[in-house]
Every structure is written in C-alpha cells, then in structure tokens.
C-alpha cells in the first residue's frame, strides 16, 4: 500500500539552526500538506502546496518557514531559525484531490526538538 | 474564528458502543473528517461527512448535521486496539483552504 514517507523521524537541533524536514508524498498524489502537533496539543495547519507553489498557510507559517518541491518526489519543510517553540511532531501529507473531496494521507512524522 | 469542541477523554468497555461527539462553528464550512491517531503515531482517515446524514463504515460510523453544526463518530464492538484519540477536523474554505483539527478525544477501552 502505498504510504508517505517522512525522514528524520527525530531530529534534535540547537536553536538558531536551519532545519529541513524532508518528505515524500504518495506517487499519483497532487495535494501536499504540513502539519504540526505540539505534544500535548492539536494537529495544526501549517501549509498547503500545489502545482508548485503554495496555495494557503496559516498564520504560523511566517518568514521562517518555507517549503519546497526540489524534484519531482520530495517535499520538504525548511526552518531557517529554529526557536524552543518550534519543538512539535512535523506532519506531511497528502491528498490525490483537494481535500474537501478527498482524504489526506500522513505520513508518520518527523519529531523535532530545539534545545 | 474556527472553533471545533470535542471531549477531552473518554473511557469503554470491550464490546460497548462509544459515541463521540463534536461541534463546530466554522464559516465557510465544506464537511467534516474523523481521524484516528495512536500515541506517538500519525492521524488515520476514518470518515468524510459532506452533507447531513450517516455514513457507515464496519465498526465505524460517523453523523454529521450542518444545521446544528455537530457531528459525532460511533464506534461499535469496541476491541483494545480502538483506545486512541480521535480527532474532528473540518474542512473549510473561509480565509483560505485548510483542514482545522479538533483537540482530540482521547478514548480508553477496558477489558
């Protein structure tokens, strides 16, 4: 069964540091999605991309974040300036159509913890 | 805002039925998903409600009233296996595209 799949799945880092969280979305998928989840708390939207560039955000996705397609499989989140707040479980996902009519597949998480 | 409530814990016996409710109050609201997440592991798809109605699936089913703004997840001949939390997100469509996740209703199943 096809699945997403998410490297690191633990990453700890000092905080001032670039992190870049990689994934890959299902093959045939065209949605792909971040979220994070502070332990403890909800599953939070962060972005959503499609067609290569990013078709909404959340307020937490500020000028620290951004996101990339850098080839035709991977889908990555970047931190540039990591900070204590940003320790959370990291989410990708996707969706093979946009999810109001289809469901979103995650991956199993890149847990990231700034010291 | 975006506001979705659902209990906070929940607990079952074996081989009891578990209904799960949740209300929200979104605007631009498109349906709403139930997913089930284990301790440490990612969010499973479980159900989709657009229009009002019940949809049923094995063991799971999930309701949803678009006037009332309220949903719920039946979890029928529970097993060990189901204690996991179970997140209400709804899909909307005001102030951009985005799935809003619930708290999570984190349920234990006893023997």
């Known amino acids: 069964e096809p699945e997403v799949t998410q490297t690191p799945s633990h990453q700890v880092t000092q905080m001032g540091q670039e992190v870049i969280l990689r994934c890959v979305p299902i093959s045939n998928h065209l949605y792909f999605y971040w979220y994070r989840q502070i332990l403890g708390q909800k599953v939070e939207f962060l972005v959503s991309?499609?067609?290569?560039?990013?078709?909404?955000k959340s307020e937490i996705f500020d000028d620290q974040f951004s996101v990339e397609r850098p080839d035709g499989s991977n889908f990555t989140l970047k931190i540039r300036s990591t900070k204590l707040e940003d320790s959370a479980m990291y989410f990708c996902?996707?969706?093979?159509?946009?999810?109001?009519?289809?469901?979103?597949?995650f991956g199993e998480g890149s847990r990231l913890t700034v010291l | 805002g975006q506001n979705i409530d659902q209990p906070t814990e929940m607990t079952a016996t074996e081989g009891a039925i578990v209904q799960i409710n949740c209300t929200y109050q979104?605007?631009?609201?498109?349906?709403l998903f139930w997913y089930q997440q284990h301790a440490g592991e990612a969010p499973t798809f479980l159900s989709y409600n657009v229009l009002d109605g019940l949809e049923e699936k094995g063991r799971f089913s999930s309701f949803l009233s678009r006037s009332k703004g309220y949903s719920y997840l039946l979890l029928k001949e529970l097993q060990m296996k189901d204690s996991a939390s179970y997140l209400c997100a709804a899909w909307t469509d005001n102030a951009g595209n985005m799935l809003t996740f619930g708290g999570g209703t984190r349920l234990m199943v006893k023997p």
């Open positions: 996902a996707s969706s093979e159509r946009h999810t109001n009519t289809g469901e979103l597949f």
């Open positions: 991309f499609y067609n290569n560039e990013i078709s909404e």
């Open positions: 979104t605007s631009g609201f498109n349906g």
